[in-house]
């Protein structure tokens, strides 16, 4: 039982360009959720879904885009990078929307040059 | 929507004092209150967590407390040891989690 696994673990890109994060649960949890954890502004949610096919958007959605084709699959992506999402990048997953606990993964840590 | 906020955002303690971090939110239909705790390049793991109809809940040398009417809940740590120094979040949740900012916690031996 891997909990959430989350993919890349670092990444430096070039403004302008694009990538994918890609991130598993094994859990069979229906929401998911992407943040991002810049210093001194604690985590703020991009994105989420509450079931396969199905996405959201979060307090910080611009620039980002998600998609949920598979129930434990959760992907982030950068179509353009910018400098400004230089960021620590946490997926999480839970039993229920806001009323469980958050199970989050180990964190991509993104720079953009 | 939500706004929580916490404070210290920077707390040093002596081992085996007590530590108290405060948060405050605005929306009185929040309902569930989770305590993070972040090692340093960690993932977030919950260490407590406390729904509005408790006034308080303890786990060992943890406890968490809740004033729903002044909208604020508190986490304290007793008897402090090196191993918990880290970063702590709360949060408060209705249907979507609202973090606070942190309070990164040391503890000197």
């Known amino acids: 039982n891997a909990g959430v696994t989350q993919t890349p673990k670092f990444r430096v890109l070039k403004t302008g360009q694009s990538m994918t994060l890609l991130c598993a649960q094994d859990?069979?949890?229906?929401?998911m959720y992407w943040y991002r954890q810049d210093p001194g502004m604690g985590l703020r949610l991009i994105h989420y879904?509450?079931?396969?096919?199905?996405?959201a958007k979060g307090e910080v959605p611009d620039g980002y885009n998600v998609s949920r084709l598979k129930k434990q699959n959760f992907l982030l992506g950068l179509e353009s990078a910018a400098p400004s999402q230089t960021s620590v990048y946490f997926c999480?997953?839970?039993?229920?929307?806001?009323?469980?606990?958050?199970?989050f993964g180990s964190g991509t840590q993104l720079s953009v040059l | 929507g939500e706004n929580v906020e916490q404070h210290p955002s920077t707390l040093s303690v002596q081992e085996g004092d007590s530590a108290v971090i405060k948060c405050t939110y605005s929306?009185?239909?929040?309902?569930?209150f989770p305590w993070y705790k972040q090692e340093l390049g960690k993932r977030p793991q919950l260490i407590i967590d406390?729904?509005?109809?408790?006034g308080e809940k303890k786990d060992q040398r943890i406890a968490v407390t809740l004033n729903k009417t002044a909208k604020h809940f508190s986490l304290h740590i007793t008897e402090t040891q090196p191993e918990d120094s880290a970063v702590y979040f709360c949060?408060?949740?209705?249907?979507?989690?609202?973090f606070g900012t942190g309070t990164s916690l040391t503890v000197i031996p």
């Open positions: 999480a997953s839970s039993y229920s929307k806001g009323r469980e606990k958050l199970f």
């Open positions: 859990m069979n949890h229906e929401y």
């Open positions: 879904s509450v079931g396969e096919g199905t996405t």
């Open positions: 929306d009185s239909a929040s309902n569930y």
């Open positions: 406390i729904r509005s109809n408790v």
């Open positions: 949060a408060a949740s209705l249907k979507e989690f609202y």
